[in-house]
């Protein structure tokens, strides 16, 4: 497993934009899928966007296509979700979430977690 910790959340208006970061332990870092997820209050994890191992393959939420981007960067260990023209209801905690051997859009999936960074969209 890797170790995961998201930074870049806050508090932002709608329509601006903040750009995550995922910093990972370990030197497999490079052969994990890459996901985030998100969670609001009173509701389930679900799945924002994923991206391969090599980059070469992302993956969307319906809600969050066109607006939100996810890349990563092998050399530093580091995945990414850029998130423009923000929504108030784009407002949750965001997790980072790891797996050597699943790319997809179920929680259960996912092998390793980070501890997750709050993003507040204000309307």
């Known amino acids: 497993q890797v170790q995961l910790v998201e930074s870049g959340g806050g508090l932002v208006q709608a329509g601006g934009s903040l750009r995550l970061s995922c910093a990972a332990s370990?030197?497999?870092?490079?052969?994990?899928?890459m996901g985030w997820f998100r969670q609001a209050p009173g509701k389930e994890r679900e799945f924002v966007a994923a991206?391969?191992?090599?980059?070469?393959?992302?993956y969307y939420a319906d809600s969050v296509k066109g607006r939100f981007t996810i890349s990563r960067d092998n050399a530093k260990n580091t995945v990414y979700l850029q998130m423009n023209s923000l929504k108030p209801e784009d407002t949750a905690v965001y997790y980072c979430?790891?797996?050597?051997?699943?790319?997809?859009?179920?929680?259960?999936?996912?092998?390793?977690w980070g501890q997750g960074t709050q993003v507040t969209v204000s309307s």
């Open positions: 370990g030197r497999t870092f490079s052969s994990y899928a």
């Open positions: 979430a790891a797996d050597p051997g699943y790319l997809g859009t179920v929680v259960a999936g996912w092998g390793s």
């Open positions: 991206i391969s191992w090599s980059g070469g393959s992302t």
